[in-house]
């Protein structure tokens, strides 16, 4: 299996694992074309009583290479294709976020497992575009990241309780 095979699978489970256990449907989305990797679902019960079917989609990706992201402190650098980033910039009836996932450079530190647990080391941080201007570059865009917006399963309920009561961006 190649490389980003490997990496596109561990974000995957990454996010599976803290979906299941906050009790969020994730569905993964074969054909990407608008480059959403997966949809996040979760009934939502207002204040008022009302119940909300809250959805996020999501765009994933995957780095260990400190070629294609930079950790400023604060916030990361990634490098991300300028088709992914325009299409998160849409604007769309379901939000959309990148989730990025930082691995350690080691490709041995990734996934560790004992008859105790399974552990997926790195951290996933999430970012939104929407409504932004689009990129007029061909190759890449430079992104910036803030660190304070790390993907955890109670971010990820946060953000669909906001959507749910219309807050969300």
């Known amino acids: 299996m190649q490389i980003t095979q490997i990496k596109e699978d561990i974000s995957i489970s990454y996010i599976s694992a803290l979906c299941a256990s906050a009790g969020i449907s994730y569905d993964i989305i074969r054909h990407d074309d608008d480059s959403t990797d997966g949809i996040l679902k979760k009934q939502i019960f207002r204040e008022d009583g009302c119940r909300y079917n809250a959805e996020l989609r999501v765009q994933l990706k995957c780095t260990s290479s400190t070629s294609q992201y930079t950790d400023n402190g604060n916030t990361i650098t990634y490098r991300l294709k300028a088709k992914n980033y325009n299409d998160l910039c849409s604007l769309s009836t379901t939000p959309i976020i990148l989730g990025l ?10 996934v560790k497992w004992s008859p105790e647990e399974l552990l997926l080391k790195g951290c996933m941080y999430w970012a939104s575009f929407s409504g932004q201007s689009e990129s007029e570059n061909t190759g890449t865009v430079s992104i910036s990241i803030d660190k304070a917006n790390v993907i955890n399963n109670f971010t990820l309920c946060d953000i669909l309780d906001k959507i749910a009561r219309e807050e969300w961006e």
């Open 101 to 110: 996932l930082v691995l350690p450079e080691d490709r041995n530190e990734w």
